[in-house]
């Protein structure tokens, strides 16, 4: 009995020392296995001088999930597990973010990411699908469906950028006065970026703790560097919003600290067809902080639309 729970001993002193030596693998591991949980897997497309790595599994009307500034695809994970049940998901790392290539001499104002977006979905063979984006990702999804309205069934808005807040948040006064505070500046600096996005924090293991800032920081630069240059578009969509013809669903966190909830009454007044939510308590990102919320909210919009 005593070998037995000796061994039993190295065996859990091993594990918990390769869960701390070796952050990435046991992150990779866990990604894994919740895409798999999710019924999605990672494929890629070359588009041009971009590869773009993208999730991809359900069967059904498809949904194209885009995560925002400084995210990556698997930000839609837990979102995701709730709709590939009855509907074709496919989530990108927009060029320039997560797995996709990000070159410093490419441009990636709105523009080029819309084009690349929409070749994107022409080499998917995409015809026709639901768009939902979070952030800079509502930004582009509105945008997407204003320039290719044959191909919008709907439109997702979660706390979406685009349009200018009547009461600004802290964060974009001080993105208006030239300081980046999204982007991660030690490690010491996670705390801030993590109560800065959640009102409740979702459990955050040590591997991904460390894989998100190793990231986050050997990134910095790109973040930057396409900040500066979707800036002049940041609050383009405003004027555009009477254009989209495809029914809105506008999703909000109501302590959201970085675009703010006043935002909403601005996509409300520009867009003639929409419903509206707003999630008490809850932060910049819905679909992160309560997955399973968010994702019957939404579901209930695309499937009440079947009915029309």
């Given at each position: 009995?005593?070998?037995?729970i000796?061994?039993?001993f190295?065996?859990v002193?091993a ?18 296995r919740?895409r ?15 590869n ?5 599994g ?6 194209l999930l ?7 695809k ?11 049940k009855d ?12 797995e996709?290539?990000?070159l ?11 084009i ?7 080499a ?31 439109v997702?808005?979660f ?20 300081v ?12 801030r ?14 591997p ?26 940041f ?10 013809k495809?029914?809105?669903?506008i999703v909000w ?11 909403v ?7 003639k ?12 990102v819905?679909?992160?902080?309560r ?18």
């Amino acid at each position: 009995m005593k070998k037995i729970i000796i061994a039993l001993f190295v065996i859990v002193a091993a594990a918990v020392a390769a869960y701390y030596a070796f952050p990435e693998k046991v992150a990779g591991f866990m990604i894994d296995r919740a895409r798999s949980a999710a019924g999605l897997s990672k494929k890629q497309v070359t588009i041009e001088d971009h590869n773009i790595v993208y999730l991809e599994g359900g069967k059904g009307p498809t949904i194209l999930l885009l995560h925002g500034y400084t995210g990556e695809k698997d930000n839609w994970l837990g979102f995701a597990a709730y709709l590939t049940k009855d509907y074709h998901v496919v989530i990108p790392d927009i060029p320039g973010y997560g797995e996709s290539t990000k070159l410093m001499d490419a441009p990636y104002d709105l523009n080029n990411q819309i084009i690349r977006l929409h070749k994107f979905a022409r080499a998917l063979n995409l015809e026709k699908f639901h768009i939902a984006g979070s952030s800079m990702g509502g930004l582009f999804a509105g945008t997407y469906a204003v320039r290719y309205p044959e191909q919008v069934l709907s439109v997702g808005l979660f706390n979406a950028a685009g349009v200018s807040s009547p009461q600004k948040s802290a964060v974009m006064k001080k993105i208006e006065a030239g300081v980046n505070p999204l982007v991660l500046q030690d490690e010491k600096d996670f705390l801030r970026i993590y109560q800065m996005l959640f009102v409740n924090p979702p459990p955050l293991p040590y591997p991904f703790k460390k894989v998100f800032m190793q990231a986050a920081l050997n990134n910095r630069g790109f973040y930057e560097k396409a900040l500066r240059e979707i800036g002049p578009d940041f609050l383009s969509l405003e004027r555009q919003l009477p254009r989209i013809k495809a029914p809105v669903l506008i999703v909000w966190g109501d302590q959201d600290k970085i675009l703010d909830v006043s935002s909403v009454a601005v996509f409300e007044k520009g867009i003639k067809n929409h419903q509206t939510v707003i999630m008490k308590d809850c932060g910049h990102v819905p679909m992160i902080e309560r997955p399973e919320e968010a994702a019957r909210h939404y579901l209930d919009f695309i499937e009440n639309l079947k009915k029309r």
